[in-house]
Structures are given as structure tokens and as C-alpha cells.
């Protein structure tokens, strides 16, 4: 795709041997698109390797390259540790339960009844008749790691190894949103650009 890009930044590295340069690039096609990037560019190869430009808090800013790696290692681990915690032993009892629970309810509207009570559908109840095909069905289709704290105080089974882990996984998914810090002085303030 081809694309208009203006210059809205360009500044000397770190070590001084090089550029910081950062484009505000468009689409040139005539339709309407809320698509628009930015090229971000160090021009120094000393500087390229250890740092990286990235954008955070309507902001570009010069982090360090180690930083970035870190974050994205707890991204990896994080993602890595959701999936597998789907497939525990003890998640596979608790849903097994739900399950028992979900088949034991005498009518669709009991179901409906009891899961919105629980937060777990948000669905009306004509939407939700539209889509039930049984409870296991509805396990496999609805159940993700954001709600499995709803399912265990639903059922008011806390297993503790479960608890401990969805805490740990909590705690992980917050420092990976941390904010990081910036190495010296490559600021560029985006945020008008975001409206464009
Ligand atoms: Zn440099």
C-alpha cells in the first residue's frame, strides 16, 4: 500500500553519531480510513542495538531495547501461563462441576437465570435460547481465564493452588502494562495526531 508520510521529528541520537527520525504516515488512497502509523527510525547502529522507539501514553519516546524485551518476555510468559491454566486438573474439576451443575438446572430459563445472576452472560435471554446447545457447548464457547474467578465463587470451590495462580496471573498482567522508562531526552508528543 502506498501512504503520504511527513517528517515530525528528527533530532540527533544519544551518541551523538546519528538521527532520531519519527513520520507521520497516512494512506494515500482518496477514502475515508482511520488507519495512520508512525516510522520510527535511529539512524546509528551503536544506538539502533540498544535502544528501540516506542509509542506509550500518546507519546514516542527512546527506551531501552533490554526493557522492551523484558516486557515482551512477561507478554509471552503471561499469554503461556493463561493457556495452560484452562487446562489444568483442577480448572478441568471446576468446569466439570459447572457443568454438573448447568445440566442439573430443570429449564434453558434456569440456566439463563442462573449465569446472569453470576455475570457470566450479559445476553438476553431470547439470545441466549438462540445460541444454548447444552452446557458443554456453552463451557467451550464462553469460558476464558477473565471469568473463571465468577465460575469458582459461583461454585464456591476456591482451590487454593488455582486461586494462587489466577492472583500470580493477575499481578503478571498488571507489570506488563507498566509504564517504560524513558533514556534521554527523544520525547514526541503524539497525541494531536490521534485524531486524524
Ligand atoms: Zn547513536
Request: glycine share 4%; hydrophobic share 30%; net charge negative.
Amino acid at each position: 500500500m502506498s501512504s503520504d508520510c511527513t517528517e515530525i521529528y528528527r533530532s540527533p541520537c544519544i551518541c551523538g553519531s546519528g538521527e532520531v527520525i519519527v513520520e507521520f504516515c497516512t494512506p494515500d488512497h482518496p477514502w475515508p480510513t482511520k488507519s495512520k502509523w508512525f516510522n520510527k527510525s535511529v539512524t546509528c547502529s551503536k544506538c539502533s542495538s540498544e535502544y528501540r522507539l516506542i509509542e506509550q501514553d500518546d507519546k514516542i519516546t527512546l527506551v531501552r531495547k533490554s526493557d522492551v524485551e523484558k516486557r515482551e518476555a512477561r507478554r509471552d510468559e503471561y499469554s503461556k501461563r493463561c493457556n495452560d491454566l484452562l487446562t489444568w486438573p483442577e480448572t478441568e474439576k471446576v468446569l466439570g462441576q459447572l457443568e454438573t451443575l448447568l445440566d442439573d438446572q430443570p429449564s434453558i430459563a434456569a440456566c439463563h437465570r442462573l449465569l446472569h445472576k453470576s455475570a457470566l452472560t450479559s445476553e438476553s435471554y431470547s439470545s441466549f435460547c438462540r445460541k444454548w446447545n447444552g452446557a458443554d457447548e456453552w463451557i467451550e464457547d464462553n469460558v476464558h481465564l477473565y471469568n473463571l474467578g465468577k465460575i469458582i465463587d459461583l461454585l464456591d470451590k476456591h482451590i487454593p493452588l488455582l486461586v494462587d495462580e489466577m492472583e500470580q496471573l493477575e499481578k503478571l498482567r498488571k507489570e506488563q502494562d507498566e509504564f517504560i522508562p524513558y533514556v534521554g531526552e527523544h520525547v514526541i508528543d503524539i497525541s494531536h495526531y490521534q485524531e486524524w
